[in-house]
Structures are given as structure tokens and as C-alpha cells.
């Protein structure tokens, strides 16, 4: 039973590519990040079964996808094994934590949804959505410093480029109220192993309280459907039970809870 390690895509997936397929929709975060991932993990049991993932992010936070409790606390006593973040699903995050010896402190706590049978918005929101276009880049890219604020995450300097690469693929939508002004928007992922993710959800704080994200969350799933995505699926924030009983109502369903912490210093 041990874990390996290696920073070539190809060779993760001929080896945990089994596990990844099985369990895609516990393994979203890996699915999406592998491909620019700084290193790519893989558990093997005593049966040589993958039965736990991982991708360590360029900025060195480490993704655990699905990952039994058992690998999760082998991957936190190797030596070296110093990261300053780590997310995935709660018991397998709390496993490391408690492993690992080191003081930690738990920064968000989310909950993954699966689309189930779409279901509209009821009541209807005022207005109608619109594909982002190139000329939506500022308002967007303004948007998402302002949802990163809103989440608690350290704002990036410039989000040109990441409003831009998702507006010049159709991946973002818009809501306009009635009078045309853009009041809310949804992005969705590229579709990878069959499945997309619903992402960058955001109102001003004025214009909330009217349905608008609703519209756009709703958009967003079926734009993601209409391009082949069989899986839909996104991550709240525990802590916002608005957002929840939103998503909820338009058709997700729970999968599993997870859990994102920080370290704050080395085993004592």
C-alpha cells in the first residue's frame, strides 16, 4: 500500500484512471485541475486498487479527491509532506489534519450538488439572460474581484484573462434586468469525463433579492447540458443557507460535504 507520484497527465491517467471514472463526480476538483497540476497522486491498496487521488496545485495547496481515510493519513506522515492548504472531502481532509500533527484551522466548509431533473425558477425572475460578450470583459472581470472579496478569498490583481478566456468560450452567462442593465452572472467549466461545474455565481449586493442568480444559475446548467455535459454539478458554502435552498430548489442534490484548511506551522 503506498502512494506514487508523478507530474505527467498521461501516466495519471493510465494508472488511476479506473478510480477517476468510477467516482468522476466525488473526483471533480482533481478532473479539473490535473491537467495544470504542479504533481498528481494516486493510492494503491494492497489489492493494487487506486482507492484515493490527488493534485497538488501550483501554488502548493493540495486537492484530495475521492480518498479512503486510510490513504488520507500514509499521504500526511510522509516526510515532506508540508502543504499549506488542503481541501476535499471532510473525512479524508480531517484524517491528513489529524495525521499530520500540525496546527491547522478550517477556512471553508462546502457542500457538493449534483443536477438532478432541472427545475425552472418559480417565480420567474424579471428580465431574461444573454450570452457574455467581448465587451462584457471589464463588468466580469470587476465582478469576480468582487466575488473572491465576498468568499473570503485574497483577491487577484487583474481577472481579465479568466473573464475573458470563459466570455470568448460561451462559458459565461448574464442577466439583464428589464431595463437592460447586467445584474447578475454564471459561468460554468469546460465538460471534462462528462461533466461541467457551475462556478463564479454572483449578484451585486444591490440587485439581490430579485431572482437574478436563480435566472443565471438556472442558464448556465443548460448551456452546460446542451454541450454534451451528461453531469452538472457545483459547491456551496455551507455557511450561506440562502444559497443552498437556492440551488436545492432548481434541482441539485447533495453529494458530500467538504472541508478547506489552512496550516499554521510544522508538526510539534
Not at 500526511?76 to 495525521?99: F, I, K, Q
Not at 439572460?129 to 465576498?150: G, M, N, Q, S
Not at 454541450?227 to 435552498?245: C, G, Q, V
Amino acid at each position: 500500500m503506498t502512494w506514487h507520484f508523478t507530474e505527467d497527465t498521461a501516466a495519471f491517467r493510465a494508472a488511476a484512471g479506473a478510480h477517476l471514472a468510477a467516482e468522476a463526480t466525488r473526483n471533480t476538483a482533481v478532473l479539473t485541475l490535473m491537467d495544470g497540476a504542479d504533481r498528481l497522486g494516486w493510492w494503491a491498496g494492497s489489492d493494487g486498487r487506486t482507492t484515493g487521488v490527488l493534485a497538488v496545485s501550483r501554488s502548493g495547496a493540495l486537492h484530495l479527491g475521492a480518498t479512503t481515510q486510510e490513504a488520507a493519513r500514509a499521504l500526511a506522515s510522509r516526510p515532506g509532506e508540508e502543504p499549506v492548504s488542503v481541501r476535499g472531502e471532510t473525512a479524508a481532509v480531517e484524517a491528513y489534519a489529524r495525521a499530520s500533527g500540525r496546527p491547522w484551522r478550517p477556512v471553508v466548509r462546502m457542500r457538493l450538488f449534483r443536477l438532478g431533473e432541472p427545475v425552472p425558477p418559480d417565480p420567474a425572475p424579471a428580465g431574461r439572460h444573454r450570452t457574455a460578450a467581448a465587451r462584457d470583459v471589464p463588468l466580469v472581470a470587476a465582478w469576480t474581484r468582487e466575488f473572491a472579496v465576498a468568499i473570503g478569498e485574497e483577491p487577484a490583481e487583474d481577472y481579465t484573462g479568466f473573464a475573458a478566456e470563459r466570455i470568448s468560450e460561451g462559458r459565461l452567462v448574464l442577466w439583464e434586468a428589464p431595463d437592460g442593465r447586467p445584474v447578475s452572472m454564471a459561468a460554468v467549466s469546460r465538460t471534462i469525463e462528462g461533466q461541467a461545474r457551475v462556478h463564479l455565481v454572483y449578484t451585486p449586493p444591490a440587485e439581490r433579492g430579485n431572482g437574478y442568480a436563480a435566472g443565471a444559475t438556472d442558464t448556465v446548467g443548460r448551456v452546460a447540458a446542451a454541450r454534451d455535459a451528461t453531469r452538472i454539478l457545483l459547491f456551496t458554502d455551507l455557511s450561506n443557507p440562502t444559497s443552498n435552498a437556492l440551488y436545492q430548489r432548481l434541482g441539485y442534490r447533495p453529494v458530500t460535504d467538504h472541508l478547506g484548511l489552512e496550516f499554521s506551522g510544522t508538526a510539534g
